[in-house]
């Protein structure tokens, strides 16, 4: 069974700042997907960033970018220019593309709040 | 509409009631999943649905926990003789696929449950 490892509950930026939130998983699948979800305070999970295991190349979203670390199975995200919008639960996702499911397995999630 | 939507957004059932929980997803959107969202916690996962089919219910946390998607659109989560375990926030997804680009899930609002 696939496991996500968010390290840090909460986290904090001073708006316009640059902030990273960690994210490990670990597997023993080679194919997969990983994602980034933001869940506001109302609640409606949107995704923030998508990557494919097979592509080396760091995916980049905007303000939004990942380091993905396939050998240390690690995947942060890195939110540059931060903005008050950007408050919100950060969730970390694994999809496992091979198996029959398609299901998202998430960490626990980092808060992250935005000073002005 | 826009984006998945669910019905109802708030209920609160006494313990021992049967509730029924609706998701309508993305027209088009083959794929649908229902995850369960404790206070504090990630999305588990409970079951997956392939058109009509259901493909996988793994994570439904016992037999009191039922899914139906009888026409491939509309589906209802229904939990019978509701504990007070069971409070949490339901989540449904849906994805137009699988794989690749298809694989995104769209997450509809949330149903809160509060079992008293």
């Known amino acids: 069974a696939q496991t996500v490892t968010q390290s840090q509950p909460e986290m904090s930026v001073q708006e316009a700042e640059t902030v990273t939130l960690s994210c490990t998983y670990d597997?023993?699948?080679?194919?997969?997907?990983l994602f980034w979800y933001k869940q506001p305070p109302s609640r409606q999970m949107i995704l923030v960033i998508r990557?494919?295991?097979?592509?080396?190349q760091n995916a980049t979203e905007n303000r939004f970018s990942v380091n993905f670390q396939k050998a240390a199975k690690s995947f942060s995200l890195k939110i540059s220019d931060s903005q008050l919008g950007d408050t919100a639960m950060y969730f970390c996702?694994?999809?496992?593309?091979?198996?029959?499911?398609?299901?998202?397995?998430f960490g626990k999630g980092t808060k992250l709040s935005v000073i002005p | 509409g826009a984006g998945v939507s669910q019905s109802p957004r708030y209920k609160v059932a006494k313990r021992g009631q049967d509730v029924a929980l609706r998701c309508d997803p993305i027209?088009?959107?083959?794929?649908l999943f229902w995850y369960q969202q404790a206070l504090g916690q990630g999305p588990e996962f409970l079951t997956y649905?392939?058109?009509?089919?259901?493909?996988?219910k793994s994570g439904l946390p016992s037999d009191r926990f039922f899914a139906e998607r009888p026409e491939g659109s509309v589906s209802t989560l229904k939990i019978q003789r509701t504990q007070q375990e069971d409070s949490a926030v339901y989540l449904c997804?849906?994805?137009?696929?699988?794989?690749?680009?298809?694989?995104?899930?769209?997450f509809g609002p949330g149903t809160r449950l509060t079992v008293l």
């Open positions: 597997t023993s699948e080679s194919n997969y997907y």
């Open positions: 649905f392939q058109n009509e089919a259901q493909l996988d």
């Open positions: 990557q494919e295991a097979y592509k080396q």
């Open positions: 996702a694994f999809m496992d593309s091979g198996a029959g499911s398609y299901q998202l397995t």
């Open positions: 997804a849906s994805s137009l696929g699988r794989t690749g680009d298809n694989n995104e899930q769209f």
């Open positions: 027209s088009g959107h083959v794929s």
